[in-house]
């Protein structure tokens, strides 16, 4: 290598300095000092107990009364599941709905994909009005259709409320999948298809042999991102239930704010994030290994 390429190759070298920094100090050494923090005892009503305090803070989480740590770990699998299946589905079917040209597709695809910009909290603030148990839209739709006899407590009552704000939080992560799942729909080969139908194949057998296995990585890293969002997601459910009534809505990601903004319990509120953590390093692990090999079998 000649002494301008070396100088060429350390001048790009520098160059990545500054984006490594803005890494370890905006997202390492927090996430790594979040770690060291959920194994002491810190809470700022008594920051002179400061001390490390091994798994106390995670067999208090455990075990408090108050908490419900089953209950908030309940909640926090159905609202990801749910959320996360629904807004697939529908965003694939979305992208298959956009994949051939029409006229105004792209003053539609505009509209659609413009909720994506909008603030989670916003859109919770929204759809808390659109079920509000008083004067809200949906209540009012369905009393005029006939559906209901009085309106409904959609987020007072324990048995509505995580379907409510799984609905709002299906409408808001659409079109994250219309958009990924349409890129990767636009670079199928047409020739593909045009095989396809030789061999005698109708459009679900399309569908299925060769559109889905054709645009499975794409499937696969798109679930995994959404998964992990979802995961670490509480703004729709902080404006629309604040993870109430009676913990109905309280999830692991609500649950760790409430630990720090109101109990002042930095400890037990990195403790839940430790977990969080944890949950998503094991799930982003067998999901990882469990796609590469269904992609090596295809």
Known sequence: MTFRKKKAAGAYYWMFIPAAALLVLFIYYPVAQGIVTAFKRYTMLDLSQTRFNGIDNFIAIITHPN???AKIFVNTVIWVAVSLAGQFFLGFALALLLRKPFYGRGIYTGFVFYTWALSGFAIGL???WLFNGQFGVINDILMR???????????SQPEFAMFSVIAANIWYGIPFF???LLAALQSVPKELYESAEIDGAGKTRQLFYVTIPYIQPTI???????????????????????GGPANATNILATEMINKITKAYDYGQGSAIGFIIIAILFVFAFFYLRASSEKELSL
């Open 67 to 69: 908490i419900k740590f």
């Open 126 to 128: 929204v759809w808390s």
């Open 145 to 155: 259709a006939g559906f209901i006899a009085k309106p409904i407590g959609w987020l």
């Open 178 to 180: 219309a958009i990924m």
């Open 220 to 242: 696969a890293s798109t679930v995994l991102l959404r998964f992990m969002w979802i995961m670490n997601f509480p703004d729709i459910i902080y404006g629309m239930t604040g």
